[in-house]
């Protein structure tokens, strides 16, 4: 049992052989295609299908919590205070894959502009099928401590940030 798998850039894939292989995926610069050997169902492993998000848990000395409202949102979530989210990118500068610890640090600071430090991902976390594209949706809520206080607001994605005191934002979200 055993497979071939060709990889090869988008620009060189009419070339890709035809005779028995299938496609696997296609992504921004590359086709993957596979061939199984033999005639018995294929054990390789199907496309990658998730996407990671993360949500970060700003809490600081005064034990209040950094809440953002969305400049983009369903009206049924009007007037929402939520923690900062975003995904992790695939590709940061084209040579390397983002991590979660960077990432979440990177999200907090494009939105509210507020420096972080990661501490730990929290124990809360969810996983979701058939999300956007298609892909399953991995959510990650991080605990970060601030180093900076002066919140300056993304005005592309943020329409309003603030610190918002711990039990006014667990009451808010029951």
């Known amino acids: 049992m055993g497979g071939?798998?060709?990889?090869?850039?988008?620009?060189?894939?009419?070339?890709?052989?035809?005779?028995?292989?299938?496609?696997?995926?296609?992504?921004?610069?590359?086709?993957?295609?596979?061939?199984?050997?033999?005639?018995?169902?294929?054990?390789?492993?199907?496309?990658?299908?998730?996407?990671?998000?993360?949500?970060?848990?700003?809490?600081?000395d005064?034990?209040?919590?950094?809440?953002?409202q969305e400049k983009h949102f369903t009206p049924s979530l009007s007037?929402?205070?939520?923690?900062?989210?975003?995904?992790?990118?695939e590709f940061l500068r084209q040579t390397q894959s983002e991590e979660i610890f960077t990432?979440?640090?990177r999200e907090v600071q494009e939105e509210t502009g507020i420096d972080?430090?990661?501490?730990?991902?929290?124990?809360?976390?969810r996983h979701v099928h058939d999300v956007a594209f298609q892909k399953s949706d991995l959510f990650f809520v991080c605990l970060?401590?601030?180093?900076?206080?002066?919140i300056m607001v993304d005005d592309l994605e943020i329409q309003n940030a603030k610190w918002m005191p711990l039990v006014e934002f667990v009451w808010s979200n029951l």
């Open 103 to 105: 990432g979440i640090v």
């Open 62 to 68: 005064k034990n209040e919590v950094l809440v953002v």
């Open 4 to 60: 071939v798998i060709l990889t090869t850039s988008k620009d060189q894939s009419q070339e890709l052989p035809a005779e028995g292989f299938q496609y696997h995926h296609a992504e921004r610069g590359y086709v993957m295609m596979t061939y199984w050997i033999p005639e018995e169902p294929c054990m390789l492993p199907s496309n990658p299908s998730h996407q990671v998000g993360v949500g970060g848990f700003v809490i600081n």
């Open 79 to 89: 007037g929402l205070w939520k923690i900062p989210t975003g995904f992790i990118h």
């Open 144 to 150: 970060l401590r601030p180093l900076s206080k002066q």
């Open 116 to 125: 972080t430090e990661f501490v730990e991902v929290m124990i809360a976390f």
